[in-house]
């Protein structure tokens, strides 16, 4: 779920291009519709710490109403809206600074992928 296009088109490109079934969302009311209408498990979050004023751990709660075992990845190039990921690893978030390359963006997909 990504607010800016330039940043969410590419990144969804290269995951799929990766074999990832990717769903985009422009915003946090399309990202819990698509959540709630997903049939199969959606396995990672991967969003905005803040956008369109709803912080991304409260999406990240909506969203698990649907997919209780979702993992999230919060990304944000804006430090101030960072307070409630900046211990996420302590609070079981992960999290990447923007800009970040679609090689950057992989490795850490897989990395919190792969992480019980």
Same mark, same amino acid.
Do not use: W
């Given at each position: !779920?990504?607010?800016?296009? &330039?940043?969410?088109?590419? %990144? ?7 074999? @990832?079934?990717?769903?985009? #969302? *422009? $915003?946090?009311?399309? %990202? ?15 969003? *905005?710490? +803040?956008?369109?004023?709803?912080? $991304?751990?409260?999406?990240? $709660? ?12 919060? +990304?944000?190039?804006? $430090?101030?809206?960072?307070? !409630?990921?900046?211990? #996420?690893?302590? /609070?079981?978030? &992960? @999290? ?6 679609? #090689? /950057? ?8 992928? *792969?992480?019980?």
């Amino acid at each position: !779920m990504e607010d800016q296009p &330039d940043v969410g088109a590419p %990144a969804a490109k290269a995951l799929s291009d990766l074999g @990832y079934t990717v769903l985009e #969302a *422009d $915003g946090p009311l399309e %990202a819990i519709e698509l959540g709630r209408n997903q049939t199969s498990a959606i396995q990672l979050l991967v969003c *905005d710490a +803040v956008t369109h004023g709803m912080p $991304g751990d409260v999406l990240l $709660g909506l969203v698990k109403q649907f997919h209780p075992n979702i993992k999230v990845l919060f +990304v944000s190039s804006r $430090g101030e809206e960072l307070t !409630m990921v900046e211990n #996420a690893p302590e /609070a079981g978030f &992960d @999290y990447l600074p923007k800009p970040f390359s679609p #090689a /950057a963006l992989a490795l850490k997909v897989r990395e919190v992928l *792969d992480r019980d």
